[in-house]
């Protein structure tokens, strides 16, 4: 299988990024946009963790599939990914759902996002192809995953970790033999299959395929000719080859990036309101689980040209500061105070303001005397004067979207219906 490939491997591998899902669970914070487009950790979206990961890894051919409400995931790649250059063999293709195969289709599945593009990835002849979830926070070298991938001889090299057991209903759970060769492989089960002599755990796939690029399409020509297949990798393509071929995992710990301050295998599914609000305030902590301050695997994104955050007042009770939180590039924090906080670009904090365990997206505006806690501000919101958030949990859950954990999330349109 290595015949005519050199180290490293990434080198001849496109990298493809599924990029099309909603991710419903965010509730409001995916009506205009879609999941790998969702802000993250200060001045990134969470699709920049795959693509840096394959950037990093040495690979310099990337697809992106899109199609829920892709607009601001297409505007975020057009500015921030455009730095690739055909002349140096680099690509960088934006492919939206564009009814190719037929005019009535739209993608049908993850399988089919890939086959509807089949020509495209042809026309670059790579030897490899990686398929990734462009929806999950992580830091992760694809070389190691291709090496393993080629040194086992596999059909398709599929990306694992341990999860507890009952979280595990979200993913495809796999169970593998001594030699880490997957055989069975369950989407999305009720009753997840726990790891043996771990009942608590169970290996779940992390959405991150490896394989030969002529085997893959031949497998996706096989696969839309069947027409009792819904054309899902989870579904369909990857239980067909636990069966009629060889598939491997690939543990997460074997190729995960870890700075010297990051002590475990950090990797995120921040795909609900609370697991997307812990997410971002972990950042806070004194030494936080994931490094976004490693220059040696850096997350690259769309660098907005801002000026430096600004702290301005000194008066007792109207003081600009803040204790234990992330201030992006362009926030003015006038006479107002942050406490475990994340605020993305731009944002705006008035005087008399206290702003606590809350994640604040791009360009919203905290008017004066506001107190918010355990919130997340949608972007380019203008939270009224003296709006309290917080403290009275019926009143939060009448006006906000209020999780069972206490998390409000407030949108424009919140706001909007508050104030008429």
Known sequence: MSQGVTAPLARHAMAYVLAGGRGSRLMELTDWRAKPAVYFGGKSRIIDFALSNALNSGIRRIAVATQYKAHSLIRHLQRGWNFFRPERNESFDILPASQRVSEEMWYRGTADAVFQNIDIIESYDPKFIVLLAGDHVYKMDYEKMLQQHVEQGADVTVGCLEVERQEATAFGVMHVDETDRIISFLEKPADPPAMPGKPDKALVSMGIYVFE???????????????????????????????HGKAVAHHFNKSCRRSNSEATSYWRDVGTVDAYWAANIDLTDIVPQLDLYDREWPIWTYGEITPPAKFVHDKEGRRGEAVSSLVSGGCIISGASLR??????????????????????PYADIARSCRLTNVVVDAEVKLPPGLVVGEDPELDAKRFRRTDNGICLITRAMIEKLEQ
């Open 340 to 361: 475990h906080s994340l605020l993305f670009t731009g944002v705006r904090v008035h005087s008399y303001s206290h702003v606590e365990n809350t994640v604040v997206l």
């Open 213 to 243: 690029t002529k085997f893959l399409l031949d497998e996706l020509r096989r696969d839309d000719a069947d027409p009792n297949s819904s054309h899902d990798f989870g579904k369909d393509i990857i239980p067909y080859l636990v069966k």
